[in-house]
């Protein structure tokens, strides 16, 4: 969470779309910004980029006003994903509510995807959080490549470890919304627990992730 | 360094409207619209109070403004969050001159959010990363430093230290070589000493015998001078003479006289020799000083010292070649020579054959020394010149002898090696510079 203000009654949080170097990052914000209703939503802002690689971070905001009058304004960030730009990646992993991790469906990305996973369990005990704790979903994008990890594979590796793993092609907009409603799902769960956003504030996580995640 | 950081500064930190705008940007646009004819502009913030305006003081910007004006708002939007509106009224009925003004500057206010914004995140998130691999760096710098420092320290004292325990060592060592020079001249002091002591005691016991003998003459002839001077004649003399001759054991002692005398001076001659060979050994008559030598009367010299430690069964072959003189201390070359003769001697206590070749070739005098020993393992033959080591038992030397060999050899410019096939005994070979 990036800021509590109880006097102002206003919530900022954060979540955060990791993972490696051109697994489609940007473009799952990208879809997500035209894919889902204005209202409430905010501009995508793309920071610097250089030969469409991330630089910085990409930001998509939301904003709503819970039941109670609780404002809250959810900001979702890329972080850049080549291996140089670490000490971004540990700036922008700050006080995340959530994880999307997005990897790379072609074979010959698995290494990188491996390298960057170990990296954001790094990253994220830098900076005081838990890989284990931490509301997280596993994209894997790109299923409309050739050469890819067969789906079979992925749950094999990935269903003992309830970490939720969704598949995607962002660039045809398939699945984005899915990884992106799934996590918003998880980060409510984690914040009504802390928070009791259902019970101090009358905020269902139906409403929280409907005032987010609309058409 | 984490904690402290995300104070100062987290990405996704909320902005204001008033960190995003300024004066600067807003009010040029509120005038604008002014000019092309509205009578007010304004800009409100979420609770409705104007940051900025310019215009007639008086309006509102109510959707019931009185005094007859029309009104325009736009809302602002920051990171999808309503901030305020930009309000516009116009005394006058041209709706579309309020609308297409009130656009167009609603249009470029959002610009000019979205770029500040944009540029705002952007300088964060550059100056933040700047500043923290600034900081990693100072501090991996302060921990390079911090182990610079001590590597420096533990050179410098690691210098000093060295220095120390190789002067301890060196003194050490000298004192061992010293030693193990006291040690082969006890031994060899010890086996002269029975060397000399051998032929002394004969000839002390001869000189006592001799003593005796001449105590028998004497009593002989004062029989002969005390019967002159009585005047007794020779035919009376005879029986008592004879029998006085007899009782004396007179013609056994002259027997006995030349072989006792000869046993001596020969014994004599002999501790004479052992002393001289000694002396020579030793060169005790000459300065300590580095002098031209002759290798093989060197080696002569070395085996008649070392004569009594050779065993009956044992053979020393020279092959001495012509040498021409080098120059060295004698004294240290026979230390040498000795230690590498005893080694073989040690080697092999019975049956020893060993043979002593020296050459002179493109200006080296090089000796060998080849014995019939067990000879040397090839694991062990680059050590044998080491300090202590030693294949002998305990108690049977400490390993210095061929250690101070090499000292000596290479002392005076020289060479020694040794080669071996074991089972086929085993060659010291020393090469010596000729007239250094």
């Known amino acids: 969470m990036i800021e509590f203000d109880e006097l102002e009654n206003r919530m900022v949080l954060k979540l955060v779309y990791y993972g490696p170097a051109m697994s489609g990052k940007t473009t799952n914000l990208l879809q997500l910004h035209d894919q889902l209703g204005q209202k409430g939503r905010g501009d995508l802002m793309v920071l610097d980029t250089r030969d469409d690689r991330t630089i910085f971070f990409d930001l998509l905001p939301f904003f709503f006003i819970a039941p109670s009058g609780l404002k809250i304004k959810l900001k979702v960030y890329t972080v850049p994903g080549q291996v140089k730009h670490d000490a971004t990646r540990k700036a922008v992993l700050q006080r995340a509510d959530g994880v999307a991790f997005i990897a790379d469906s072609q074979c010959a990305e698995s290494g990188n995807n491996v390298a960057s996973f170990e990296n954001l369990e790094t990253n994220l005990a830098l900076v005081g959080q838990d890989i284990g704790r931490i509301p997280l979903v596993v994209q894997f994008n790109k299923r409309d490549l050739r050469d890819i990890v067969a789906e079979e594979e992925i749950r094999r590796i990935w269903d003992g470890t309830g970490i939720p793993v969704t598949t995607a092609s962002a660039l045809g907009g398939e699945g984005v919304v899915e990884t992106f409603s799934l996590l918003v799902r998880s980060a409510y769960e984690h914040l009504d627990r802390r928070y009791g956003l259902a019970e101090n504030h009358g905020l269902s996580g139906a409403e929280f992730h409907d005032q987010i995640v609309h058409r | ?177 010293q030693q193990e020079k006291m040690a082969s001249i006890g031994h060899l002091a010890a086996g002269i000493a029975h060397e000399i002591n051998n032929p002394l005691g004969f000839i002390l016991s001869n000189l006592q015998t001799l003593r005796k003998y001449g105590g028998r003459l004497s009593e002989m002839l004062a029989f002969y001078r005390s019967e002159v001077e009585k005047g007794t004649t020779a035919g009376e003399l005879r029986p008592a003479a004879v029998e006085k001759w007899q009782t004396l054991k007179l013609d056994f002692l002259l027997e006995d006289l030349p072989e006792l005398l000869g046993q001596s001076i020969s014994g004599a001659d002999r501790v004479r020799k052992i002393v001289a060979d000694l002396r020579g050994f030793s060169h005790i008559d000459d300065a300590d000083d580095e002098k031209p030598v002759d290798v093989n009367a060197e080696i002569d010299r070395t085996l008649s010292v070392l004569a009594h430690e050779i065993p009956p069964s044992a053979m020393v072959i020279r092959e001495f070649g012509t040498l021409p003189s080098i120059v060295a201390r004698p004294a240290l070359l026979c230390q040498a020579f000795l230690n590498i003769v005893r080694n073989a001697l040690q080697a092999r206590p019975e049956g020893l054959v060993l043979t002593i070749r020296s050459e002179f070739e493109e200006g080296v005098v090089r000796l060998v020394f080849a014995d019939n020993g067990p000879g040397i393992a090839g694991d062990i033959l680059n050590r044998i010149f080491d300090p202590f080591f030693t294949t002998r038992e305990t108690g ?41």
């Open chain 2, 1 to 177: 360094m984490d904690s402290v950081q995300s104070i100062e500064f987290v990405v996704g930190e909320e902005k204001r409207l008033v960190d995003i705008l300024n004066e600067d940007e807003v009010m040029p646009l509120l005038q604008g619209a002014l000019q092309s004819g509205l009578t007010a502009a304004a800009l409100l913030d979420a609770d409705d109070l104007p940051l900025w305006s310019c215009g007639k003081s008086t309006v509102t910007f109510s959707p019931a403004e009185p005094g007859g004006c029309q009104v325009e708002s736009c809302p602002l939007h920051l990171e999808g969050e309503p901030v305020g509106r930009l309000c516009f009224a116009l005394a006058g009925d041209d709706r579309l001159l309020l609308k297409t003004t009130a656009t167009v500057v609603a249009g470029a206010v959002r610009t000019i959010m979205t770029a500040n914004l944009k540029r705002m995140l952007t300088t964060e998130i550059h100056t933040r990363v700047v500043n923290r691999s600034y900081e990693e760096l100072l501090e991996a710098n302060r921990r390079l430093s911090l182990s610079e420092k001590k590597y420096r320290d533990l050179a410098e004292n690691l210098e000093t230290l060295v220095k120390e325990r190789t002067a301890a060592l060196e003194r050490t060592y000298a004192k061992l070589i």
């Open chain 2, 396 to 436: 049977q030397g400490m390993g210095m002898g061929l250690t101070v060999a090499y000292d000596i050899v290479t002392g005076c410019g020289g060479r020694i090696e040794a080669e071996s096939a074991p089972g086929f005994g085993a060659s010291f070979i020393l090469t010596l510079p000729a007239g250094r």
